[in-house]
């Protein structure tokens, strides 16, 4: 989910002052060492292939719907573009009278916005926004993991959840070497739903997509489309599972990520 509830924050920044744990700090993938790591890195070509299609979250509840369409413009826009629905509303009717009107024509982009990717959700647009689902119930934000893999799958992507119950042993060597295949293969992304305090970082929950592996750090690169406050970051792999292995207060279940294509 984008947000937690206070409660399991609360709960959570307590628990680290009892315990005395101390969580890594993302690098800035602007710093001469972030740089030095994109420079070594041999599993960089999401980060290629994302950036011209990144964009910021328009608010901030809708990091998923924001990963979700950086990554479908990645696949599609300028290739099957004729099938992406048009988003209208960026051109009120009064301005568009004083456009060309060329047969054929039109000024939108064949491109997924936010605005319309929102009406596609799995639930209805304003219970993103908080409102309960039910008469008197919880008021849930954003969304979570397995509402993330409808959406992808709402748009006929091949969108695979992985669930991080778990970092010992193998399902720890699973967990990251899947994140690692999928950033190698061809037309695949990383879609990680993380959680913010075990990264150092103030929030809840989150989605970005990632765009990088270096192997000698060990380290992923997160694209935060939340970019309003926070940077791109290298997250140290321990950390990034980590974040991933935690539980939504809302839905229940683990945290994780998602590989699309």
Not at 111 to 139: A, C, M, W
Request: charged share 20%.
């Amino acid at each position: 989910m984008s947000w937690m509830t206070r409660t399991t924050t609360a709960f959570t920044a307590s628990l680290m002052l009892l315990t005395g744990t101390a969580w890594a700090t993302p690098l800035d993938w602007a710093t001469p060492e972030g740089v030095n790591r994109l420079s070594q890195s041999t599993n960089k070509q999401d980060l290629f292939t994302l950036a011209p299609q990144f964009e910021g979250q328009v608010n901030k509840v809708d990091c998923g719907v924001a990963s979700a369409v950086i990554v479908l413009n990645a696949l599609r826009a300028g290739k099957d573009g004729a099938n992406i629905p048009l988003d209208t509303s960026v051109i009120t009717p009064e301005e568009q009278q004083y456009l060309p009107h060329k047969e054929g024509w039109s000024p939108f982009w064949n491109r997924y916005t936010q605005n319309v990717v929102l009406d596609h959700l799995p639930k209805p647009r304003q219970e993103i926004f908080g409102k309960p689902s039910t008469e008197g119930g919880p008021s849930h934000y954003g969304l979570g993991l397995a509402e993330e893999v409808a959406l992808l799958k709402h748009f006929q992507l091949d969108a695979q959840p992985y669930y991080v119950s778990s970092l010992t042993g193998e399902a720890r060597t699973k967990a990251k070497q899947a994140l690692i295949d999928a950033l190698a293969a061809p037309d695949t992304f990383v879609i990680a739903n993380i959680y913010r305090p075990a990264l150092g970082q103030k929030g809840g929950g989150h989605f970005s997509p990632l765009g990088a592996y270096d192997a000698r750090s060990d380290s992923f690169l997160m694209m935060d489309v939340s970019n309003t406050t926070f940077t791109w970051v290298w997250v140290d792999s321990d950390e990034l599972l980590k974040s991933l292995n935690t539980v939504d207060g809302d839905s229940g279940m683990y945290r994780g990520f998602v590989v699309v294509k």
